[in-house]
């Protein structure tokens, strides 16, 4: 078992809950259903799927590893949305999309790993439509949702906890993330509460 498939194994047998109530709040924070979706970092994409389910979007899925887009792309043939979905191996920092194309871009719990955020936050501005807005962060949708996922995580990793303690009180705190997209111009909302630690742009 690869990277990516042994995270994917994770997100289908653990995080699934956090997925749909994820996708529930960006829709209704963001107010955005048509057009086209690119969830940064996607991994096999079961956010954005989510995403798909709830609105009448198209999805782009990009991720740097190629064994997180086969996953994606396969799981997109047996959903039967092979027509909404296209994936593209890249970094953040340089995604090959088309300038003002994106409508919504997403991203939950991969910006952590990006290597130059400056650039990232950049690349995903260009890409970025008239009116189109970014959700970035991470979180698991409810405290109570956590609080399931806590519970089988620790089991499965007792460093867990604390390894998720130390996401979010690393340099790229959304006070961060937020101070860096406002540097390049963007208007930002800070979300900091039992959905998670988000940033709209």
């Known amino acids: 078992m690869n990277k990516a498939q042994e995270f994917d194994r994770i997100a289908t047998e653990i995080f699934a809950p956090l997925y749909p109530v994820v996708a529930q709040q960006i829709v209704e924070r963001c107010g955005i259903t048509k057009g086209t979706c690119l969830d940064a970092g996607c991994g096999g994409g079961m956010l954005g799927f989510s995403i798909l389910e709830q609105t009448a979007m198209k999805m782009i899925f990009a991720d740097i590893n190629p064994d997180a887009i086969e996953i994606a792309i396969s799981r997109a043939s047996d959903k039967g949305m092979s027509s909404r979905v296209r994936g593209v191996v890249c970094s953040a920092e340089d995604m090959p999309v088309d300038d003002a194309s994106v409508d919504l871009v ?19 501005l260009r890409i970025l439509a008239p009116k189109g807005k970014i959700y970035i962060g ?43 997209f406002t ?14 630690h988000w940033v709209i742009a």
Request: glycine share 8%.
């Open 138 to 180: 991470g979180g698991f949708g409810t405290k109570e949702i956590f609080e399931r996922i806590d519970k089988e995580m620790s089991k499965e990793n007792p460093q867990w906890r604390e390894n998720v303690r130390k996401k979010f009180t690393r340099e790229h705190t959304p006070e961060s993330i937020a101070e860096s």
């Open 106 to 124: 997403i991203s939950r719990g991969s910006v952590w790993f990006w290597e130059d955020h400056e650039k990232a936050f950049s690349e995903l």
């Open 183 to 196: 540097k390049l111009g963007a208007t930002c909302t800070i979300i900091d509460d039992d959905s998670g």
